[in-house]
C-alpha cells in the first residue's frame, strides 16, 4: 500500500476550503443564535417583572389570611425536624 504524496498535497486546497465553510457556517448560526436571543429577551424580562410582581402581591396577601391553625402545623413541622437533627432530616419541607 503506498500514499501518493502529490494527489495528497493536491487535496489539502480542497479540504481546506470545505473546513473554512465549515467554520463560517458555525459562526453564522451561533451569530444568528446570540441576535434571536437579543430579540426574544426584552420581551421575556418585561413579562417575568410581571409575574414577579404578581408573586409578591399574592404572597402579602396569603401572609394576610393565613389562619392560627396553618401556623401551629408550621411550627410542628419545624419542631420535629429540630428533634431529627442528628438523622440528618432535611428542614426545607
Partial sequence: ??????AFMDSLPIMGVG???IFIVTLIIIVGIYILKALTSKSADSDEAKE???AKD?????????SAMDLM???EK????EEEENNYISHDL
Fill in 58 to 66: 399574592e404572597k402579602k396577601d396569603k401572609k394576610s389570611t393565613e
Fill in 1 to 6: 500500500m503506498s500514499i501518493d504524496t502529490n
Fill in 73 to 75: 402545623k408550621e411550627r
Fill in 78 to 81: 419545624k419542631d420535629f425536624l
Fill in 52 to 54: 414577579d410582581e404578581d
Fill in 19 to 21: 473546513l473554512l465553510g
